[in-house]
C-alpha cells in the first residue's frame, strides 16, 4: 500500500511537465542536523572519546522541481543525496553514511508581498539504499563492514521563504527548512568481501544497526529559476 501510495504521489509530481502552467526548477545544498547519533564502539587513542554515526545525514544537496497549481498552491519533488561521517573523526578510519532522499510535497503559498513569499506544507520522506560504509582494517584486528539498510517511506513537514532577486529575471533565492523523519532497518551486511550476519558484531553496535532513525532537520539555500511552458512568457511584478 505503501509503494502504491508513493507512486502515485511521484506521478503527480512528474505529470506536471505535461501542463502549461509556471515551473521551477531549484538548485539547493545546504546541512542535515541529525535526529540522533548511534556509537559505533570505535574511541579515540588519545582521548578515548566515542566514535558516533549520524543516520539522519551532515551534508545535504540536491534538486527541486515544482509547479504551481494556483496562486495558493505548490507542489515539490525534491531529489537530494546525504552524506555524513563519524564524530569526531580518525585518520585511521575512513567512513560514510548515504543515502538517497525523495520527498514529494505539497506547499501553501503566503504571499508577504508581490516579490517575497513564505510556504508551509509537507509530504512523503522516501530514504532510498541507505549505505553505512565503515573501513577499519587500519587497526588491528579491525575489518571493512558495508551495512545496507532497507528503503524507508516517512514523512516531511516544511517551510520555506522565496525571494526574488531582479526584475524580469525569474530567478529567485529560497531558503528551506524540512524535518524529515525516517526509520530505516538493516538488510544485509558485507563484512571484508563476505556475508554477515548483524548479530555477529558486538551486542551494543549491532543492535543499533538493527533499526534507526534516520530523520533530521533539513536546512538549505539554493537558486530557482521560474519559467513556462508552451512559449507563455511569465514576468513576475515587484512593487
Known amino acids: 500500500m505503501k ?4 507512486v502515485v504521489l511521484l506521478f ?3 505529470n506536471v511537465l505535461l501542463a502549461d502552467n509556471p515551473y521551477k526548477v531549484q538548485i539547493l545544498g545546504g546541512f542535515a ?6 556509537e559505533t564502539g570505535l574511541a579515540l587513542t588519545q582521548t578515548y572519546e566515542s566514535l558516533k554515526f549520524r543516520p539522519g545525514g551532515s551534508f545535504d544537496y540536491g534538486l527541486k522541481i515544482g509547479y504551481e497549481l ?18 569526531p573523526g580518525a585518520s585511521n578510519v575512513d567512513d560514510r553514511f548515504t543515502k538517497l532522499m525523495l520527498q514529494p510535497e505539497v506547499l501553501y503559498i503566503l504571499s508577504l ?8 506544507g509537507g509530504g512523503l520522506s522516501y530514504a532510498i539504499n541507505p549505505v553505512f560504509d565503515i573501513d577499519a582494517t587500519q587497526i588491528q584486528g579491525g575489518a571493512h563492514n558495508i551495512f545496507y539498510f532497507k528503503n524507508s517511506l516517512g514523512f516531511a513537514l516544511s517551510a520555506e521563504h522565496e525571494i526574488y532577486l531582479r ?9 528551506g527548512f524540512s524535518f524529515r523523519y525516517n526509520m530505516i532497518k538493516v538488510d544485509h551486511v558485507i563484512s571484508d568481501g563476505n556475508p554477515a550476519a548483524i548479530d555477529y558484531f558486538p551486542s551494543g553496535f549491532g543492535n543499533n544497526l538493527k533499526k534507526l532513525n534516520a530523520g533530521g532537520l533539513d536546512i538549505s539555500m539554493g537558486v530557482c529559476y521560474h519559467f513556462e511552458l508552451a512559449g507563455k ?6 512593487e
Open 113 to 120: 508581498t508581490k516579490s517575497v513569499k513564505f510556504k508551509f
Open 3 to 6: 509503494r502504491i501510495f508513493l
Open 12 to 14: 503527480l509530481s512528474f
Open 167 to 175: 526584475k524580469k529575471m525569474n530567478l529567485s533565492f529560497v531558503t
Open 33 to 38: 542536523v541529525p535526529f540522533k547519533k548511534y
Open 233 to 238: 512568457n511569465r514576468v513576475y511584478e515587484y
Open 70 to 87: 494556483n496562486p495558493k498552491v505548490e507542489t515539490d519533488l525534491k531529489v537530494h543525496y546525504q552524506i555524513s561521517y563519524l564524530t
